[in-house]
Structure formats: structure tokens, C-alpha cells
């Protein structure tokens, strides 16, 4: 008999759609900013600026949306972020300006920021450890569901009612998931721990978190593998845009294969860990062997700038953003498997507020570099970061294990 509410599999899909639509909503302007950016002026710095107007806001609200979800509990917590994400997803469209794009980037931002706690929460709460796996990979499933939508669906949008139409668009799909997400979440029955998600947790202990190693490795780790993503979220149409001739309907077409490859991933990567746990292997032992493959995998992304065709490219990066989903699947686990779930959201927080600082500061870096020297030493750089951070994760963990007496 399965330990989890019986409408448990029905919000792990709406957190799917809701973080489809966190992902759809970000990458609208990835999409159209070859276009976009030749309307408004704007260069390779004044969009990373924007880029990083984003990023900003998004690293401050990773911590205190995880707060906020784990204070107002995941129900209410969620809703208030999708309201405000939706909202500034919409007024993208009023723009004028490099500026205008700012200020909605940040707003943008702040309401995404508890998305991916929530989530992470909510599978903690509703699906004991040997199922949990599985459906934080089909909560956070969705944003490559997202990812794959946005450049055909962004694409069809502007070509039909101009950029300022595909925002406007994005934003009111946002409110409609609202609505649905306040009606089935009153409804959700207890869960076996007996927490709910709109019960509100104890106070986060800080001073214990951060003093906790388990924390700054996690932290540490998270620091260098997320500028890879932010990196194919933003800057992708672009660089296939400026080096591979692509036009705003083939950047539709093709732009997004790499994330149905991360879909795909996530879901499959969260079926295997749970396969492992249920055959006998512990869930650390899990989490850590599958980070170690991922990060195997993930050099290929250095490679990508020296494929011979645009083909090739796009299969490249759909191997790099395969083995990220089988890396993030297993990073949110990892986190879930040492952590109760009154803490998860704050955790999960607070590394996807370092993360952002490091996506911060390596989007301001890249256009600049990009102007000046092109796509390639980036794509160098992303071929080394996932295997440092397994390195701070599991190496830094092995070295305190043999030290403890």
C-alpha cells in the first residue's frame, strides 16, 4: 500500500506545469533577443545586463522564496510567487528600452525564486525517500517541458502578434495556473509525515544551517555547475544566431532539442535512482554514483564551438543538457536524503541563491568576452565546471567521512 495522499501524484503535475511555465516564462527572451535587441539597440553587454538583472533578483528570492514556502507553506507560498513572476512576465511587453527589459527581468526574478524550493518541498512532504526521486525529476520535469515549448511556441507568437504579444501571452498563461493550484491544493489530503502544504514550518534554524559542512558543500558545489544552465538558457538562440546564421523560425525549430533531452532525463534520472534505492542501495550511495557519471558526461559542452555543423552542435548540447538532468535530479535528492523537510525549501534555497550570484557574475562576464572574442572560450569553460563541483560535493564528503573517528 503506498504511504502518500492519494492526490499526491496530482500536485507533483501541477508543480510540472508550474515550473513549465517558470522556464517558458524566462526563456521568451532568450528566444526572440536577436530580434528584440536589434529593435531596441542594444549590444552583447547591455543583454547580459538584462540577463543579469534576472539572475540578480533570482539569487536573493532562491533564499528567501525558500523561506517563504517553508513560512506560508507550500500552497500559499507558490501561489505568491507565480502571481508575481506572471505579472512581470506580462509587462515584458511594455518595454521601450534595454532598461524597461531590466526592470521587468527583476521583477521576473524575484517571483521565480521560490518556484524550485516549493517544488523540491512538496515531493519531501507528499512521497516517502524510495519514491522521492521520481517526483521531484517530474516537479522539476517541467522546466524542460517549458524549455522545449518556448522557442517554438515564442517563436509562433512573435512572427503572429509581434514580441510584445508573445509576453503578454506567456504572462496570462500564469494566471490561469493560478487558479487551478488554489483549487486542487485546498483539497490535498494529509501526508503520511503529517505535515501539509499549506502548513506553515517552525522556524528555520539558521545559525545550525549555517554552520552545518553538509550546507557549504552543497553551496560550493552549486556555485559552479549553475552557470552552465543560466549559460543555455539565455545564451543559446544567440549564439546560434550569430555563429550558425540561424533565423528567429529556426531558432523555433531546432533551439528546442537540447531541452526535451533534459526532460526526458530528468524523469528517466529520477526512475533510476528510485530503482537503485528499492534493489538495496542506500540513497547516498545512489545520489553520488549517478553525480559522478553526469559530471563524466559534461565536458562534451567544450566541444560544441568546434562542431562542424549546426547538427552537430545542437546534438552536443543535447548530451550536456541530458546529463544535467540526470545531475540536478540527483543534486535535489541528495539534498532531500540529509535534510528534514521543514529545512529542504530553505536549503534548496540557499544554494540556488549562490548559484545566482556565480550565473550573476558569469552572464556580466559573457557578453563582453563574447563581443571581444566570441562564443569560444565559454564554451571551454563550461566543459570543466560540473566536474569540480562532483569534486566539492563527494570528495569534500568522503575526506570528512575518514576523518571522523
Known sequence: ???????????????????????????????????LMKELGMDNTDYARVVAAFTFSYMIMFTAGGWLVDRLGTRWGLALCIAVWSAASGAHGFAMS???????????????????????????????????????GVAN???????????PLTAWLAIRFGWRGAFFATGLMGLAWLVAWLFVARSTSAPATGATPTQPAAKVP??????????????????????????????????????????????????????????????ASGQLSDLLVRRGWSPRKTRAWLLVIAALVTPVSG??????????????MAVLMAAHGLWICNFLAHISDQFPSSVIATVVGLSGT??????????????????AYGFTPIFICTGVLYPLAAAILLVGRRAEQMATP
Open 354 to 371: 549562490v548559484g545566482g550570484i556565480a550565473a550573476t557574475i558569469a552572464n556580466l562576464s559573457t557578453g563582453p568576452v563574447v563581443d
Open 303 to 316: 566541444c560544441v564551438i568546434f562542431a562542424p555543423s549546426a547538427a552537430w552542435a545542437i546534438g552536443l
Open 206 to 267: 539558521w545559525r545550525a544551517l549555517l554552520s552545518d559542512r553538509r550546507v557549504w558543500r552543497i553551496l560550493a558545489g552549486r556555485f559552479f555547475f549553475d552557470p552552465v544552465f543560466y549559460f543555455y538558457m539565455f545564451w543559446i538562440p544567440k549564439y546560434l544566431s550569430d555563429e550558425r546564421g540561424f533565423s528567429l523560425k529556426e531558432i523555433g525549430d531546432y533551439t528546442w532539442i537540447p531541452f526535451l533531452a533534459l526532460g526526458i532525463s530528468n524523469i
Open 98 to 136: 534595454a532598461l524597461g527589459l531590466g526592470v521587468a527581468r527583476l521583477f521576473l526574478g524575484l517571483g521565480e525564486g521560490g518556484c524550485f524550493p516549493a517544488s523540491t518541498k512538496g515531493a519531501c512532504e507528499w512521497f516517502p525517500a524510495a519514491k522521492r526521486a521520481l517526483a521531484i
Open 141 to 151: 520535469g517541467g522546466s524542460a517541458f517549458g524549455a522545449v515549448l518556448a522557442p
Open 1 to 35: 500500500m503506498n504511504n502518500y495522499p492519494k492526490n499526491a501524484w496530482t500536485l507533483c503535475w501541477l508543480m510540472f506545469f508550474a515550473t513549465a511555465l517558470s522556464f517558458l516564462d524566462r526563456q521568451v527572451l532568450s528566444v526572440l533577443a536577436p530580434s
